[in-house]
């Protein structure tokens, strides 16, 4: 109830304080134009757009064309359109052997690769682990006044970790309810972050036990993406480095039932394990005579990917910058699904980058704006934010210039909609933008549905939030013009199980693209606003990142 009323009273918040400004621009955003851009990144011609695969370059010359034609200028180093985002890909063998031991018995029950668990490596050469034992520890965090691993000696030993955080489904009676954030998810509770948790308190392995509403997405998804080749950024010296995630040892998803199979054989049940997990004070618990095994091989190559960058020139104060950004990868070709090896990345992210590339026509065929703008298309984004941390990290115009990003990264395709909806809410001053520019287009701001699923770190705006340059990500809402809220969240979950960042995320002919010509107009009139203001958009008090601008 109270969480409840909480969102209630913040979309009221929102809403009320939204006035239209009195003489907003008309939209100069072509639907039409948005869906063609589309309907061409996302073909087959394309291949899903795989970093590194060969129709990247396909992708890279149509965005420069769409860049060059719009009349932007080079925006890369040196003049040139494209930044090298150098890379390690890893490939990991179609044969794995694993097992897990259950208490009391000797024999070994075999576990299925994408029906059972999932597993990942960059670790180059072969992996064997034989029989290592398995360590439960709650939620897998380690915060300030909470350490899941304390107590626990996990070197050479597998660690068994809860997906999301201890407030996910914590209620008030729980002992530190509210620590985490309540419902919306905290980055402690990403699957990367845990990993590399467990990795510091010297886990040879980590599992993360999948459900569906902890993880945000069905088992269906993760084990369709299971042979999807991962990288990560290549550090000067040739050893691998990822910023991002820190995912080198063995780490995977098990599935829920196997998970519950294996505590129960330990005399554990799953449900209780998870309630006393939500105290600080659980500590981990070893399943005697439970074990796991893994043999399985993983090669690695170097891999130049790119960054597309295009510039618009500032007339008043061409030193500051306004980034626009979106992520032109999909997950390219792979192992089939029901034959199509194909995953063409329609809506994820063809059509962010379409908006983006919409937005960046109609500045440049509009007023030039006080401060200079940015349009970068973001390698490898599915990979771990992987391009967007390497701009962060390279910037060609400096971060202490850069006076806001603004993402565009959608996630289902939906109609024309009566709502907008803020992902991260209540962060940064840039909201209230967004709420102003919403109403103009007669849009309600209203908070992502569903912030146990984590979306601000999701995507590429937190490769600048977390170095302290205020970002912002919305999408068009489940509110719908055409079936209202139960058409828009039916819509919603049926691409979140059957298309994510599956072949199913296909070019539909029936798409009109106005709930995406709704979004990409709502970019326009915020970046508008910003590049012509004087003042420098910031984070709310308390938001994490506040203490990183000054720096």
């Not at 993983?298 to 626009?324: K, M």
């Not at 997950?331 to 995953?343: E, S, T």
Request: charged share 20%; aromatic share 8%; no cysteine.
């Amino acid at each position: 109830m109270r969480a409840a009323l909480a969102t209630v009273l913040a979309a009221l918040a929102l809403t009320a304080a939204a006035a239209p400004p009195a003489s907003a621009p008309p939209s100069p955003i072509s639907a039409a134009r948005i869906r063609q851009d589309v309907r061409v990144l996302s073909s087959d011609a394309f291949e899903g757009r795989g970093p590194g695969q060969p129709a990247e370059h396909k992708t890279l010359d149509y965005l420069i064309a769409q860049f060059k034609a719009a009349g932007l200028q080079p925006g890369g180093p040196n003049g040139a359109w494209l930044q090298n985002v150098p890379l390690t890909q890893f490939d990991r063998s179609a044969r794995v052997d694993a097992s897990l031991t259950l208490p009391h018995t000797h024999a070994a029950t075999p576990l299925l690769i994408d029906r059972d668990i999932t597993v990942a490596s960059h670790q180059v050469g072969r992996t064997h682990i034989d029989h290592a034992p398995i360590v439960f520890v709650g939620y897998g965090v380690n915060v300030p006044g909470w350490n899941s691993f304390d107590g626990a000696d996990l070197h050479g030993k597998v660690a068994l970790i809860l997906a999301n955080d201890p407030d996910f489904e914590a209620t008030p009676r729980d002992p530190a309810y509210g620590k985490f954030g309540g419902k919306a998810m905290v980055y402690p509770g990403r699957f990367g972050a845990k990993v590399a948790a467990a990795q510091a308190a010297g886990a040879l392995a980590v599992f993360v036990i999948h459900e569906d509403g902890a993880a945000s997405y069905p088992w269906r998804q993760v084990a369709n993406g299971d042979r999807i080749a991962s990288m990560e950024i290549a550090s000067p010296n040739g050893a691998q480095k990822n910023a991002t995630t820190s995912t080198v040892g063995v780490n995977g998803w098990i599935q829920r039932d196997v998970a519950i199979r294996l505590l129960h054989s330990a005399g554990l049940d799953f449900a209780r394990l998870k309630h006393a997990a939500r105290d600080p004070n659980f500590k981990p618990i070893e399943l005697k005579g439970a074990t796991l095994s893994l043999d399985f091989d993983v090669a690695s190559h170097p891999v130049i990917s790119h960054n597309v960058i295009a510039r618009l020139p500032g007339a008043a104060h061409p030193d500051e910058t306004v980034i626009y950004g979106a992520h032109w990868d999909a997950n390219g070709k792979g192992a089939p699904v029901n034959g199509d090896d194909i995953r063409n990345g329609a809506v994820d992210n063809a059509t962010g980058t379409a908006e983006m590339v919409e937005v960046a026509r109609a500045f440049a065929h509009g007023p030039r704006p006080a401060r200079s703008l940015v349009f970068i298309a973001y390698t490898s984004e599915e990979k771990g934010l992987l391009g967007s941390d390497y701009y962060a990290a390279h910037p060609v115009w400096p971060l202490n210039k850069t006076v806001a990003v603004i993402n565009l990264d959608p996630h289902v395709m939906l109609g024309r909609a009566r709502n907008l909806e803020s992902i991260g809410f209540g962060r940064v001053s840039l909201e209230d933008d967004v709420a102003q520019a919403a109403a103009a287009e007669h849009l309600a701001l209203t908070p992502e549905p569903h912030p146990e699923a984590g979306w601000y770190f999701r995507s590429d705006q937190y490769s600048f939030a977390k170095r302290g340059v205020p970002a912002v990500t919305f999408r068009i809402g489940r509110d719908l013009y055409a079936g209202g809220l139960k058409a828009g969240t039916a819509r919603a979950e049926d691409y979140n199980v059957k298309r994510y960042h599956q072949p199913g995320d296909a070019f539909d002919p029936a798409w009109t693209f106005a709930g995406s010509a709704q979004e990409a107009t709502v970019a326009w009139r915020v970046g508008l606003k910003v590049a012509n203001a004087t003042a420098w958009p910031t984070w709310k008090p308390g938001a994490e990142f506040a203490k990183l601008r000054p720096r």
